[in-house]
Structures are given as structure tokens and as C-alpha cells.
T-cell receptor, first 113, second 115 residues
């Protein structure tokens, strides 16, 4: 069953703690993405990776970090430097970047108190 | 700044009504255009896309969209909505020269169809 998995579905953390969100895909896609979804703001790109061991900042990368050590995995760390981390986080992948269709995971809702 | 605008954040329609959701972008070069849909409790999924050719594109579930280059628009339409079309709809634009390899999304339109 091919697709993108994100875990956990809900995550709660205390302010000041770093937290890592998992994203795994078995679609053999080269490109992977992390978005943040807030009500009324659509999806905003945090980071993306076109290939293993390479990644680029998106529009709102401050306070986040990523790694791409394996083709199928693209974990996102929300650091304590992120001013407003409570949000819905979506991971996506595509065969390539740009005009390729992106496939999305189910998302992780992070709440930081 | 380059952007993607969706004019209505909330739309409420009765079943069988016609639907048109607006999408405008602010980049003047070559663009690839997408509509994604997020049904309640489901993953975001592709509804339709435009790369080149016929500016009227057909997607899944009876949706279509028309690319009007002179108006920088890519409006989504459906002649007769069903209760199951209740979802959030996102327009997205890739403009390689301006955005690089990124896809830029609009703020989304929440559609509620009353049965």
C-alpha cells in the first residue's frame, strides 16, 4: 500500500522543547516537502528536499530544521526558536520538483503550551 | 511579492447549485496551475492541473478549471454540486523562473454544500 505516513497524528509539547515530526514515503519519490497549514493562510512551505542529503529553505524556515539521510524519510524538527509552533504540519512528496503532482500525508497536529 | 489569491474563504451552496471558485496569481511568466482538495478527515489530493495546451482542463468528480492568461486566473467550476463536495479547496501555482521549484498555495476556500 503506497503512500506517505506521518506520525503521530497529534503531538503535545511544552514550550521550550524541541520536537521531531516523522514523515516516511514508499512511493520512491525524489522530492519531499514540509508545509505548515494555519486557518485562513493556506499551506506555507517550510523546507523541501529535491534529493537525498540535500534540502532548501522554504518561505518560513526560521525555527525549523530538517534532514534527508534516506530517500524515504524527511523528518522535521520544530525547535524552541519557533515563535508560534502550534499548527497542522503536512508532509508531501513528488517524483520531482516544480510541475510534478505532490502527494500529501495525513498531517500532524502539534500543540505547544 | 508574488502571491496566489483565492477570493472567497467560505462558500455555502445548496445541492445542485453551480460552483465557481476564484483563483488569481500575480506572476506574469510561464506557470503551472493546480487545484487541490481536502475532504473532511482525508489527505489533501489533486483535483486537476494545467501545464499547457487547452486552457479548459477537466479534473476528477466533474470539476473543471479555465486558465485565462490575460486575467492571471485559474477559476474552478462545477455545474452542479453535491453534498459530498463539501471540502476545502486550494489553488496552487508553480512559476519556475520566479518561485524556483516551489509550489505556492492560496489561502483556501471552504465549501459547504447543504443537502
Amino acid at each position: 500500500d503506497g503512500g506517505i505516513t506521518q506520525s503521530p497524528k497529534y503531538l503535545f509539547r511544552k514550550e521550550g522543547q524541541n520536537v521531531t515530526l516523522s514523515c516516511e514515503q514508499n512511493l520512491n519519490h525524489d522530492a519531499m516537502y514540509w508545509y505548515r497549514q494555519d486557518p485562513g493562510q493556506g499551506l506555507r512551505l517550510i523546507y523541501y528536499s529535491q534529493i537525498v542529503n540535500d534540502f532548501q529553505k522554504g518561505d518560513i524556515a526560521e525555527g525549523y530544521s530538517v534532514s534527508r539521510e534516506k530517500k524515504e524519510s524527511f523528518p522535521l524538527t520544530v525547535t524552541s526558536a519557533q515563535k508560534n509552533p502550534t499548527a497542522f504540519y503536512l508532509c508531501a512528496s513528488s517524483l520531482g520538483t516544480g510541475s510534478y503532482e505532490q502527494y500529501f500525508g495525513p498531517g500532524t497536529r502539534l500543540t505547544v503550551t | 511579492a508574488q502571491s496566489v489569491s483565492q477570493h472567497n474563504h467560505h462558500v455555502i451552496l445548496s445541492e445542485a447549485a453551480s460552483l465557481e471558485l476564484g483563483c488569481n496569481y500575480s506572476y506574469g511568466g510561464t506557470v503551472n496551475l493546480f487545484w487541490y482538495v481536502q475532504y473532511p478527515g482525508q489527505h489533501l489530493q489533486l483535483l486537476l492541473k494545467y501545464f499547457s495546451g487547452d486552457p479548459l482542463v477537466k479534473g476528477i468528480k466533474g470539476f473543471e478549471a479555465e486558465f485565462i492568461k490575460s486575467k492571471f486566473s485559474f477559476n474552478l467550476r462545477k455545474p452542479s454540486v453535491q453534498w459530498s463536495d463539501t471540502a476545502e479547496y486550494f489553488c496552487a501555482v508553480n512559476a519556475l523562473m520566479e518561485y524556483g521549484n516551489k509550489l505556492v498555495f492560496g489561502a483556501g476556500t471552504i465549501l459547504r454544500v447543504k443537502s
